[in-house]
């Protein structure tokens, strides 16, 4: 019976941990969103709702942080893109889309982007000699 209570108090006590730690993660999460630094206040709410992943409080700033997040990336990701920085912009809705990615219209912007940039790749690689020698046959060609 010893062994029994002894199994017993070292469970409490690691759910009591447990809840401290949890409660420790979802103050900081609180600290973060009111920083506005929603990549840390998500990171923050994960740890709180593993801790403690019946706490309805915890799923919730968990979402709402997920927005905010979301939202803020796809504000930078706009802000790249006007001043021309399309492979940061790029990185930002995809950034975005992890913390939502029901978002449609963040994917579809990030896929347009994505095929952009893949075409000015595209469009900047030297052709092959073989492509540059049957266009050039083409036009010496007499029709």
């Given at each position: 019976?010893?062994h029994?209570r002894?199994g017993?108090?070292?469970?409490?006590?690691?759910?009591?941990?447990?809840?401290?730690?949890a409660?420790?993660?979802f103050?900081r999460?609180?600290q973060?969103t009111?920083a506005?630094?929603?990549?840390?206040?998500?990171?923050?709410?994960?740890q709180?709702l593993q801790?403690?992943?019946?706490?309805p409080?915890?799923?919730?700033?968990?979402?709402?942080?997920?927005?905010?997040?979301a939202?803020?990336?796809v504000?930078?990701?706009?802000?790249l893109?006007?001043e021309?920085r399309?492979?940061?912009?790029?990185?930002?809705y995809?950034?975005?889309?992890?913390?939502?990615p029901s978002n449609?219209?963040?994917a579809?912007?990030?896929?347009?982007?994505?095929r952009?940039?893949?075409?000015?790749i595209?469009?900047?690689?030297?052709?092959?000699a073989?492509?540059?020698?049957t266009?050039?046959?083409?036009?010496?060609?007499?029709e």
């Amino acid at each position: 019976m010893p062994h029994v209570r002894l199994g017993l108090l070292l469970t409490g006590a690691v759910v009591l941990l447990a809840g401290c730690v949890a409660g420790r993660s979802f103050r900081r999460g609180e600290q973060a969103t009111a920083a506005q630094q929603f990549d840390e206040a998500v990171e923050y709410y994960r740890q709180a709702l593993q801790g403690a992943p019946d706490r309805p409080e915890y799923k919730i700033a968990l979402e709402r942080a997920m927005q905010a997040a979301a939202a803020f990336h796809v504000t930078r990701g706009r802000a790249l893109e006007a001043e021309n920085r399309p492979d940061e912009a790029l990185r930002e809705y995809r950034k975005a889309m992890e913390y939502d990615p029901s978002n449609r219209s963040i994917a579809v912007r990030s896929g347009e982007l994505d095929r952009a940039l893949r075409d000015k790749i595209e469009a900047s690689r030297p052709r092959p000699a073989i492509e540059v020698l049957t266009e050039q046959a083409r036009r010496n060609t007499p029709e």
